[in-house]
């Protein structure tokens, strides 16, 4: 699969930035640092639609992909990021929440976590949350490139433990570096959005 057409659609801090809500929309939450946008970039085929950094807190406002008109994907800022103020964190964690709450065309969240840790404070409040507003469980679990094969299983048991996954709920081993699980991740995405109508 080419996304050629994957295009740069609108960046925005609150709900009167956001575009038209006849686009199904997947949105990508997780830790800073944890891989966001290094997924859309693998996803997409394009090293450089959205900016990606080693220091954390790079996407500081919500991010808008078109993918050849058929759907979106929405890239967040991360949350957790000590290093930014306090201020700055409550204003993220209120846009984020803003976006999430109430978005019409939002077809699924997906959350990110490092597959070399246990999911943080954070991940599980995220994860909750995630289940508390109806949406499946959809995790990926990122870099692991970085991990050396016998690691990958007992981790991702431990992932779907603390997070307290089950049946219906999906666990993603992925890897920007390696597209480790690029086309199962693709396939659910194109899945759940052809279910979209407006
Ligand atoms: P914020 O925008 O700060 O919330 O971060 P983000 O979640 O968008 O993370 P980003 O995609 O910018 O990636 C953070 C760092 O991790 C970058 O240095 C990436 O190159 C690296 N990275 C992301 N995914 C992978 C991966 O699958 N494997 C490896 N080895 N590195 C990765
Ligand atoms: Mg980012």
Avoid at 45 to 62: D, E, H, Q, V, Y
Avoid at 96 to 124: C, E, F, G, M, W
Avoid at 125 to 134: A, D, L, V, Y
Wanted: with cysteine.
């Amino acid at each position: 699969m080419d996304y050629i057409e994957a295009k740069f659609l609108t960046t925005a801090v609150k709900p009167e930035q956001y575009p038209d809500t006849f686009v199904p929309e997947i949105a990508f939450v997780g830790r800073s640092n944890v891989g966001k946008s290094s997924l859309i970039n693998c996803l997409t085929n394009r090293a450089k639609l959205a900016r990606t950094s080693s220091s954390p807190g790079k996407t500081a406002t919500i991010n808008f992909y078109e993918i050849k008109n058929s759907f979106r994907l929405v890239d967040l800022p991360g949350y957790g990021y000590a290093r930014v103020s306090k201020t700055e964190q409550e204003r993220w964690v209120k846009m984020i929440d803003t976006y999430l709450s109430d978005r019409y065309n939002l077809v699924q969240v997906i959350q990110l976590v490092d597959a070399r840790h246990k999911p943080s404070k954070d991940d599980i409040t995220m994860i909750n949350w995630i289940k508390s507003f109806g949406y499946k469980p959809v995790v990926v679990a990122t870099k692991t490139d970085k991990l050396k094969k016998s690691q990958l299983d007992p981790n991702l048991t431990e992932i779907y433990n603390s997070l307290e996954l089950d049946d219906n709920s999906i666990l993603f081993p992925f890897s920007a570096q390696t597209r480790q699980g690029k086309d199962e991740v693709l396939e659910y995405i194109e899945a759940v959005c052809k279910n979209f109508t407006n």
